[in-house]
DNA sequence: AATTTATTTAATAGACTTATTAAATAGGGT
DNA sequence: ACCCTATTTAATAAGTCTATTAAATAAATT
C-alpha cells in the first residue's frame, strides 16, 4: 500500500495526477511486453517522471502489475455471467454471451497474451488466480453447468462436458488476438481493413461453437 | 556458426559432446520460460559448463535460440502435409492430420507458449518466420484451399474459408496445452491423470471442429 | 512567516546480464 | 618430447535491472 489514503488534493505541479498517470503508462507496458520486458525506467520514462516514483508509489514492480493484471483478468471473467436474468432460450444467450466476450477482447487486444503469458510463467499469479476464479465463479459455473446438461438432455445440443465447452468458446474467442500480429507483419493492415477482419473473425467464432454444438442428424 | 565443422573427434574429457549438452539444455530451458527469461549462465549451469563456453559455441545467445525455435517451428507446422497421398475422403484425412498434430503437441507440450510468446513478443522473429511459412508451405496451402473449396461445393462441408478453418484448427488443438498449467495448480494431477486428461480432450477439439464441418440439415 | 507534509529527484548499492579476453588444459600428430 | 589445435575456464568490461537513500522542492496548515 502507498501511503495514498490519507492524502487529500493535489500538492505539486502534476501533483497526485502523477500516480494515475504511472499506473496507465505501466498498463500499456505491460499488456505490449508483459511483465518481466518492461523496466521501472521504461515506466518512468513514458509517464514522464523520475525513476524513484514509481517505487514511491508503488513500492515494487511485482505490486504495479499485480493490480493491473487483477483487474484485466476479473473484467476478463466478468463478462461469462451476463445476460443470465433474460428468459431467452440457452442458445441464444450463449451466442450473445460469446459475442460481448469477444467484443471486451477487441477493446483489449493485448489481455489474452498478457494473461497467457504470467498464467504460464509466473506460479504465483497462477495459483492466486486460480483460487481467485474458484471462489468467486463457482455458482456461476453451477448455473452455467446445470442449464447446459440440460439441454443435452432434451437432445437441443450435443453431449459435451461443460468445462469443454468453456475451454472450446475462450480458445476460439482469443486464438485471433493471438495471431493478429502476425497476421499484421504479413499483410500491413490499416485498422478499418482490422476491424473488418475482426468483425469476420467474431461471427465465425461464434458459428463455430454453434455448429459444433448442433445435435447428431438422425 | 562455430570452427565445429571442420573438428574430429572429442578432444577433451566430454569433448565435443558439450554442444550437444548445451544445446538441449538451452532447448529444455527456453521452451519452459522463454527467451528472455533464460540467461546464458542458467544454461551453462544446467549443461555444467562454464558460461562463456555457450559463447564459444554459439556466439550469442539469439544465435542459440534461433536454431532451436526455427526447428521447433517447422515441425509444429510440418505435420499439416501428411496423410496427403492417401486416396481417403478429406474429412478422414483431416481428422488423421488434426489428430498427429495433437499428438505432436504432446511430445513438446511447451511448443505452443513458446511460438504464441516469441511471435508476440519480436518483430524481426515474427517476420522471418512469416516469409518461412509463405515460402515453404504455399503449395500445401493452395492444395488444402482447393480440396476444401470442393467438398463445400459438393455440400459435404459447411461453407468456411480456409484461412478460419486452419485458425480453428490450431487453435482448438493448441489451448489445452496453454491451459495445462492453471489446470496442473488445480488439480494437482499426477501423470497419468494428465495422460488421460489430454486423451479426453483430443477427441473433444477433433470432434469440435468435425461437428462444426457439418453441413446445414435441410 | 514558519512548520509540516507530500511529492519528486539525483545518486547509488548490489545484483544481474551478455559478450569478450587471455590464459589454461588436454589430446593427436609428427 | 614437441607443437598444434580444440576445448574450457577465470576474469572482466560495460551494460542492465530493482530498490533504497537522502536531499530538494512545493503546497497546506498553523
Known amino acids: ?14 501533483g497526485a495526477n502523477m500516480e494515475q498517470q504511472i499506473l496507465q503508462c505501466a498498463e500499456e507496458l505491460f499488456l505490449e511486453k508483459g511483465f518481466s520486458l518492461v523496466s521501472t525506467t521504461d515506466i518512468a520514462k513514458k509517464a ?6 514509481v517505487h514511491y ?12 493484471f487483477q483487474a484485466k483478468f476479473t473484467k476478463f471473467l466478468y ?11 440457452f442458445t441464444t444467450r450463449l451466442r450473445k454471451k460469446m459475442e460481448a466476450h469477444f467484443d ?6 493485448q489481455i489474452p497474451f498478457m494473461i497467457i503469458n504470467e498464467l504460464i510463467l509466473n506460479e504465483k499469479r497462477r495459483n492466486n488466480l486460480v483460487k481467485n476464479i474458484y ?3 463457482l455458482d456461476i459455473y453451477r448455473n452455467f453447468d446445470r442449464e447446459l446438461q440440460e439441454e443435452i438432455k432434451k437432445g437441443n445440443i450435443r453431449p459435451i462436458s461443460t468445462l469443454d465447452l468453456l475451454i472450446n468458446i475462450v480458445s476460439m474467442n482469443i486464438i485471433i488476438f493471438i495471431l493478429l500480429p502476425v ?3 504479413q499483410f500491413n493492415f490499416d485498422n478499418e481493413e482490422i476491424t473488418e477482419l475482426l468483425r469476420l473473425r ?7 461453437i454453434m455448429c459444433s454444438l448442433r445435435p447428431e442428424k438422425k
Do not use: W
Open 57 to 68: 508509489y508503488f513500492r515494487t514492480k511485482e505490486n504495479l502489475f499485480q493490480q493491473i
Open 202 to 208: 467474431k461471427h465465425e467464432a461464434v458459428e463455430t
Open 183 to 185: 497476421l499484421e507483419s
Open 79 to 89: 463478462i461469462f455471467t451476463t445476460f443470465d436474468d433474460s428468459d431467452e432460450p
Open 135 to 137: 471462489n468467486n465463479n
Open 48 to 53: 514522464g517522471c523520475n525513476q524513484a516514483l
Open 104 to 109: 471486451l477482447l477487441i477493446e483489449n487486444r
Open 1 to 14: 500500500m502507498t501511503n495514498k489514503e490519507t492524502t487529500s488534493p493535489l500538492r505539486h505541479a502534476q
